[in-house]
């Protein structure tokens, strides 16, 4: 086991660094895949700055408080892009081209073997950088400070976060094993997380419902963000819970698919 | 005039059989509006309900400029910069080259027949179930008629702006993120993020002179009737229209300088 662990570390290592090497050499793309990011995030501070020109107050948030949620629901996103790009790849054609048999026939596990073709995306990077930025900056305007248990939970927070964030997308991609694609339905998906970035009590109660317990975005963003802020503890219990069942379903979804898959006759 | 129904017309069947032929396509084009909308629309009714000064348009129409702007949104959803990009980047425009038509209104006539369709099938329902959920302002016949002719002239900007940045990639490679920066750009200056009318009056009086807020704003403040008068109408239609020349203009240009710079490797 610890063996296991061992090797798919050095080979996480491994291939990051390769995937360096190619944003060292490809630099035009990586300004170009930053920009898209801080000009899309650009927009989701604007509006919550306009809203902000109203209200002091928005289901109980602040200004700084609601940014504060922005910036940590960037770094749970941005680390499940860095390391699960290559689901889009899967659901958009690796099964309608027949590609996917590359997956299967190395001695690694086939959602590893996939996922590392594009570790280190570096959209990821500019969206981390930008969640930092954000996060940091809107601490220290509403002068927080973390106790003891809230900074030793912060990084396994966005940790769970990232697991969740990946656990919808392979769930959603391996539905492509018997639909051929599921692009759309990853992108509408996708799409519906953006919820998770603004505090949960503004939407109407089923909404909130399906955002924790079907789809469970309010646990990449939202409930530990209240607990980093406020101190609530009583979502925060179910966020271990919730990651294990996402990431087993995710990944038993994936296996079944797996199984079920057939080669292209090309 | 037969000649060119003759030509044309098939291309633009092709391009509506396949928006019909992906039907779930459509289903998650609705679905998608309908969460950004709801996203916005919760948002700016807790503003409401919450500010002591809130914004002075009524709750109402800022309902119906959230709906209507994603709605529109997906009328502009033509996939002219995807078509343009894949076949530069692939080297297949050389054939568009041998081919005796004009490649610009070979890509209109592929791509907005079908955009519209998919904008009626994919918009309507999403507009229908806010109309249900939400009340939203009925729009005088005027202002109807006014937006009418603003959302056809939007729909050709949506068109030069897409086919500009398609043609983009003669210059750089990375089409894939130009047209992600170019969506978060025109999404936030044409009004679909925030409506341009709360954001602060000199920004706005900014924006509203570039091309993108032809694209939502400006079609949606003639119906809203949130115009001064006739002269007020007449602007927005104005700046629009001009726009829709200059980006004619430079899309005319762009397609001559890259026509002389297409390599393609042979084989």
């Given at each position: 086991m610890i063996a296991v662990v061992r090797r798919y570390l050095r080979l996480t290592v491994l291939l990051c660094g390769v995937s360096m090497h190619r944003l060292t050499a490809y630099r035009m793309d990586f300004a170009v895949g930053v920009a898209s990011f801080v000009i899309r995030v650009g927009g989701q501070i604007a509006l919550i700055g306009l809203v902000y020109r109203y209200v002091d107050d928005l289901a109980g948030w602040g200004y700084h408080q609601a940014l504060f949620l922005l910036g940590?629901?960037?770094?749970?996103?941005?680390?499940?892009?860095?390391?699960?790009?290559?689901?889009?790849?899967?659901?958009?054609?690796?099964?309608?081209?027949?590609?996917?048999?590359?997956?299967?026939?190395?001695?690694?596990?086939?959602?590893?073997?996939?996922?590392?073709?594009?570790?280190?995306?570096?959209?990821?990077?500019?969206?981390?950088?930008?969640?930092?930025?954000?996060?940091?900056?809107?601490?220290?305007?509403?002068?927080?400070?973390l106790d003891v248990a809230q900074w030793l939970l912060f990084v396994p927070m966005v940790v769970c976060g990232a697991v969740i964030h990946a656990s919808i997308k392979t769930l959603i991609a391996s539905c492509s094993f018997w639909s051929v694609s599921s692009l759309p339905v990853l992108s509408a998906v996708h799409q519906l997380g953006e919820f998770g970035s603004y505090p949960l009590g503004l939407y109407h109660p089923a909404l909130q419902a399906v955002l924790t317990w079907v789809l469970p975005f309010a646990f990449t963003a939202y409930i530990p963000a209240r607990y980093l802020l406020f101190g609530a503890v009583d979502g925060l219990i179910w966020l271990l819970p919730v990651t294990a069942v996402a990431a087993a379903v995710a990944y038993g979804v994936f296996r079944i698919g797996v199984n079920r898959y057939e080669m292209t006759g090309s | 005039m037969r000649r060119a129904t003759r030509k044309y017309l098939p291309l633009a069947q092709a391009g509506v059989h396949a928006v019909l032929q992906y039907r779930a396509t459509l289903l998650l084009q609705a679905v998608t509006a309908a969460t950004a909308t709801a996203l916005h629309v919760f948002l700016w009714r807790a503003v409401y309900a919450e500010a002591s000064r809130p914004p002075d348009i009524p709750l109402n129409s800022?309902?119906?400029?959230?709906?209507?702007?994603?709605?529109?949104?997906?009328?502009?959803?033509?996939?002219?910069d995807e078509m343009v990009a894949g076949e530069v980047y692939r080297g297949t425009i050389a054939v568009a080259l041998l081919r005796p038509a004009n490649y610009a209104l070979t890509c209109l006539v592929a791509n907005l027949p079908a955009a519209i369709i998919a904008a009626a099938l994919a918009g309507g329902p999403v507009l229908s179930l806010f109309a249900v959920l939400t009340p939203l302002d009925r729009p005088t016949v005027p202002n109807l008629l006014l937006f009418t002719v603003a959302a056809t002239l939007s729909v050709l900007l949506a068109f030069e702006v897409n086919f500009l940045v398609g043609l983009a990639t003669f210059v750089t490679t990375n089409s894939w993120g130009i047209r992600m920066i170019k969506n978060g750009v025109v999404a936030f200056l044409a009004g679909q993020v925030v409506p341009l009318g709360l954001l602060p009056a000199g920004i706005a009086q900014v924006v509203r002179l570039l091309p993108f807020q032809g694209l939502i704003d400006g079609p949606l403040r003639l119906l809203l009737g949130t115009y001064r008068d006739a002269a007020g109408a007449a602007a927005i239609l104005g700046v629009q229209a001009i726009w829709v020349l200059v980006l004619l203009g430079l899309s005319v240009l762009a397609w001559r300088g890259a026509r002389r710079r297409i390599e393609v490797i042979g084989g």
């Open positions: 940590f629901s960037l770094l749970s996103r941005a680390l499940d892009r860095l390391f699960t790009d290559q689901l889009w790849i899967l659901a958009w054609q690796l099964v309608r081209s027949g590609e996917f048999h590359r997956y299967l026939i190395r001695p690694v596990n086939p959602l590893y073997l996939l996922l590392s073709e594009r570790f280190m995306y570096p959209e990821g990077i500019g969206e981390l950088a930008l969640g930092l930025a954000i996060t940091l900056a809107s601490a220290g305007a509403l002068d927080l400070h | 800022l309902t119906t400029y959230l709906v209507l702007a994603q709605v529109l949104a997906l009328l502009h959803a033509n996939r002219v």
